[in-house]
Every structure is written in structure tokens, then in C-alpha cells.
């Protein structure tokens, strides 16, 4: 019986090699997925020209989706040259045939010409596009180009603008990406999906063999989806594995060869892109300098249990203050409150030799003279730009920050902000807060603690003291001890500290996953 989730890729031939279901199957591949290849347009190709192209008879296409429907359904169907409008509607058929069955994801590579310039669309087949196609799709992947001929001349002044007319027509989820642009030291894919939106960054791979860049781009993102992992985080394992592709293209020929996808990049961290907070697209890819480990990691929820922890030091690296302001107290009050326990806690931190986290509260951290802030990523997301202006000019002056991350997409946006600390959690699951992510598990936490740009400390259900020595294995450089400290930590805290001195004895053989697993449920409606 197959167990690897099935793609179906219906798109065209090439007899170059390079593109079309050629480049599919590469892409397949390198994520450990089964594609089915269904012709629905053959060309006649090089890396230098694109001599003709015939659609397949529209009763063929439908007679090798028949041949599939019962034997190998899809888990996702991705297109790419159809060659006609006749064939698009087909398409457009057996997706909601399919979908009556069962959940299916529909990703559309809107392919309109070649990179040689040859045309493969007529207005009969844009029309489907607009009318049948794109209302159905889970995900399609325009470049720029194809965004605005999709759109016609309403779509919209701007990428962030043409990916909301998109999904507006309809859509699940956009990505214009960013092949066609003219920025020559990086490149920039727009995403436009449930969420997250914003410029997906990584630098741009210089070289002249790009020939089938779109097709692996969105054959990789369908196999992610594929493989479970929600649309932001298939656009992120997409630029990995595509710019990957390039990195490995072949010079065959005498004009663009192919790129070649290929296992292997999903543990590249210098392929982890990053994901910019606004729509602004960055302008230079800044390093990030790795400071201090946070070992074990102490949260608590007042000035009296910061002191209580600080008594048991040194078996504590990190304490970070965590409080959630009481329902009966009005602004002027909670503020006084808050301040008066910040400034308290830091005054006992300094004294220990420690360093002290606030949480989330920055504004009033800072007033209250604090060196470390750690922010979730809805804090981060709700702050507006004068915020942003004076939290960097905290930073500048020092300041440390660490930020929250649960899944692919937060962690490229928290690489963005080149943070000092970077959470990655839950690694259990955790009845500290509601949240909708599944465990990631020690899998994902070594994962991460090897891909991100900044220590990575684990957090979420962790509750022994072994929880914390398999952290500290896997690589993380600390472990959060929340409920675990119990009644009085420096009762508690000597294990925990025996705990994680003997896990990162280990650390340096962590096993890093080829992949990650995906850590948000994908529901049903979302595979439109």
C-alpha cells in the first residue's frame, strides 16, 4: 500500500530536459513525494528556443485523470502549461469531482510564456483562468508578469496590491515571485496567504542556467502542501528548495540550462529565508552576530518569584519576568504595578549576575531601565512604525530581544529582525496558554536550533528535569522551566541545572531532520 502522499502535476512536456514535467519530477523528488505526471501540452524545445507546442486532445487529458481518480488520487493537483482553454476546464472539472471525495489542494502555475519569450496562452484560455481556474486554487504562483496579465488593467499599482486583487478573485493564497525583477543581489517572493504576507528574502544565485525555476518553485511548494505544512510554510521550503536548484543548475546546451532540485536542502541553514514584517522589501541581508546561550531559562510571573529563583543562582542562566495584568486594576494602576516589579526584578538580577527577559511589556520595561525584552509575534506584528523605530534605537543602544516562533514562517520573520534569542515551541504540549500548534517535538527543535541565525531556546511542556537534559541534546542552547520550578526553586533548580549540563554534553550529535514536520493543522476548508 503507497504511503507517500500523491501530486499530481498536469502541465507539458520538454524535450530540453529543463522545464515542465521534467523539472516537476526533480522537484517531486526532493521532497519524497509521488508524482504522477499527466501531459496535457507537448513542446518542441531547447535552452535556446520553443520551436511549437500542441495541446493534448482535451478527451485524452480527462482519459489519463480517469485512469488516476481511482488508483492513485491526489493529495494536491498542480498545473502548469495546459494548451488550451478546453483542457483548462477539464482541469477545472475533476478538481471538484475530486473535491467531493475528499480534502484537495489546488496549486496553479500560471505558466503564460517562456522564459524565451514564446507566448503559450490565448484570450480563451486567460478567460478560463479568470473565471474557472484561479476561483478554485488553493495557491498560485504568477511572477510579476503573469500577475499583471491575470489581473488586466485593474489589478492593482504594486506586488503587495495585485497579490490582495488576486485573492480577491478568490484565492487561498499568493505568491508573486520574484525571478522576473530586476534586484540583482537578492530576491524577493511577495506571499499573500492566511498566515502571513510579506517579502520572502533570500541573496540571489548568480548564474545564467535558470531554465525551470517556476515549474520547481511551484511543484515544491504543491509537495509541501503535500506533506502537510500550511501555505506560508510551503512557500518557505519552495525558495529553499528552488534556490537550492539553482545553486546546482546544469550548463547544457548552448543557452539557459536547467536548475536541478535535489535532496539536501532542507537542512542548508544558509538556505533559511527571511520574512520581512511590513512591505517594505529589504535592501541588503545583514548578518546576524550570535551572543550569549541562554541555558537554563527560568519564567515566572513576579518580582517575588524573580528574587526566589535568584537565590538558587548559579543554577539558573536566564529569568524572565512574565506577568498578565489583573482584571481589576484600570491603566494607571497596572502601569504603576508593572513598572515597580520590573525594576525590582532587574535590581536582583544584577545583582545575581544574571540576565533578566521582560515579557512583552517593552514600553514600560524600557522606562523601567531593562536590558533584555522578549516579544511574541503578534505583539511584534501589532507594533506600529514609531514603535519599531524605538525599539531598534533600544537595541542600538544594547538592548537584547528575543522572539516567539512556532512554525516556518515566524521563524523567518524572526531572522528578519536579527533577534539575540529565537523560542521555539511548544516542544510538548503545554497547558500554559492556548494555542493552536502542534508539539514540535525534539525533531523539530533540532531542526530548528540548526537552521536559525540566533540561539534557539525550547519551550512548552516542560516539566522534568530529563525534558530538559533531551532539550539541551538537541541542540538548543536553553531549555524553559515554567510550572517545573514548583513551590520553591532553590529546592528545584539544582536538578534542573544537573539536567542540562549532562544534555549538552550530548549535544553535538543531534540528528537534524531532513525536513521539518509541519507544526499547524492544515483543516479541511483549506484545501479548497
Avoid at 63 to 88: F, H, R, W
Avoid at 342 to 349: G, K
Avoid at 401 to 410: D, I, N, P, R, V
Avoid at 500 to 527: F, Y
Amino acid at each position: 500500500m503507497n504511503t507517500l502522499p500523491i501530486l499530481w502535476s498536469i502541465a507539458g512536456t520538454d524535450s530540453g530536459g529543463g522545464a515542465g514535467l521534467a523539472a516537476d519530477q526533480r522537484a517531486a523528488d526532493a521532497f519524497g513525494v509521488h508524482l504522477c505526471p499527466v501531459v496535457a501540452a507537448v513542446t518542441a524545445q531547447s535552452t535556446t528556443a520553443v520551436t511549437r507546442i500542441d495541446a493534448v486532445p482535451p478527451d485524452l487529458l480527462d482519459a489519463q485523470l480517469a485512469a488516476l481518480a481511482e488508483d492513485l488520487p491526489p493529495t494536491v493537483i498542480k498545473t502548469g502549461l495546459l494548451g488550451s482553454a478546453a483542457n483548462a476546464q477539464v482541469v477545472a472539472h475533476w478538481v471538484d469531482r475530486l473535491r467531493l471525495r475528499a480534502p484537495l489542494a489546488f496549486v496553479i502555475d500560471p505558466v503564460l510564456r517562456a522564459s524565451t519569450g514564446a507566448g503559450f496562452v490565448d484570450e480563451a484560455l486567460m478567460r478560463v483562468y479568470r473565471e474557472e481556474l484561479l476561483p478554485r486554487a488553493t495557491v498560485v504562483t504568477p511572477n510579476q508578469h503573469e500577475a499583471v496579465r491575470l489581473l488586466g488593467p485593474d489589478g492593482g499599482s504594486g506586488v503587495p496590491a495585485m497579490a490582495s486583487a488576486l485573492r480577491a478573485q478568490g484565492v487561498q493564497a499568493v505568491v508573486v515571485t520574484g525571478g522576473d525583477a530586476a534586484t540583482p543581489a537578492l530576491s524577493h517572493d511577495w506571499i499573500d496567504t492566511p498566515h502571513a504576507r510579506g517579502w520572502l528574502t533570500l541573496p540571489r544565485v548568480d548564474t545564467p542556467h535558470h531554465h525551470g525555476t517556476g515549474c520547481t518553485f511551484t511543484t515544491s511548494l504543491a509537495a509541501a502542501l503535500a506533506l502537510g505544512f500550511v501555505a506560508a510554510d510551503a512557500a518557505v521550503l519552495a525558495k529553499m528548495a528552488t534556490t537550492h536548484a539553482l545553486r546546482h543548475a546544469r550548463a547544457v546546451g548552448r543557452g539557459a540550462g536547467p536548475v536541478v532540485a535535489r535532496e539536501g536542502f532542507g537542512a542548508d541553514a544558509s538556505l533559511l529565508p527571511r520574512l520581512s514584517v511590513g512591505e517594505q522589501a529589504p535592501t541588503g541581508w545583514p548578518e546576524c552576530t550570535r551572543g550569549r546561550e541562554p541555558g537554563v531559562y527560568a519564567i515566572v510571573d513576579s518580582a517575588e518569584r524573580v528574587e526566589m529563583v535568584l537565590r538558587a543562582a548559579p543554577t539558573v542562566d536566564t529569568i524572565q519576568l512574565r506577568m498578565k495584568r489583573p482584571a481589576d486594576l484600570d491603566d494607571g494602576a497596572w502601569a504603576a504595578q508593572l513598572r515597580a516589579a520590573i525594576a525590582r526584578s532587574q535590581r536582583a538580577a544584577d545583582v545575581a549576575g544574571v540576565t533578566l527577559v521582560i515579557n512583552d511589556h517593552w514600553h514600560a520595561a524600557l522606562q523601567a531601565g531593562a536590558r533584555a525584552l522578549h516579544l511574541g509575534q503578534e505583539d511584534l506584528l501589532a507594533l506600529a512604525p514609531a514603535d519599531h523605530a524605538a525599539l531598534q534605537g533600544a537595541r542600538d543602544g544594547g538592548v537584547q530581544l528575543g522572539l516567539s516562533s512556532h512554525s516556518l514562517w515566524e521563524l523567518c520573520r524572526a531572522a528578519s529582525l536579527l533577534p539575540d534569542l529565537i523560542a521555539c515551541g511548544p516542544v510538548w504540549p503545554t497547558t500554559t496558554k492556548d494555542m493552536p500548534w502542534r508539539p514540535q517535538g525534539l525533531d523539530n527543535l533540532a531542526w530548528w536550533a540548526h537552521m536559525a541565525p540566533a540561539p534557539v531556546v525550547g519551550i512548552g511542556g516542560i516539566l522534568e528535569p530529563a525534558q530538559l537534559q533531551a532539550v539541551a541534546a538537541a541542540g538548543a542552547a536553553g531549555g524553559c522551566v515554567v510550572r517545573g520550578l514548583g513551590e520553591d526553586p532553590s529546592q528545584t533548580l539544582p536538578a534542573w541545572r544537573a539536567a542540562w549540563v549532562e544534555g549538552r554534553s550530548a549535544a553535538a550529535q543531534a540528528q537534524v531532520p531532513a525536513l521539518p514536520h509541519p507544526s499547524l493543522p492544515v483543516p479541511h476548508a483549506g484545501l479548497r
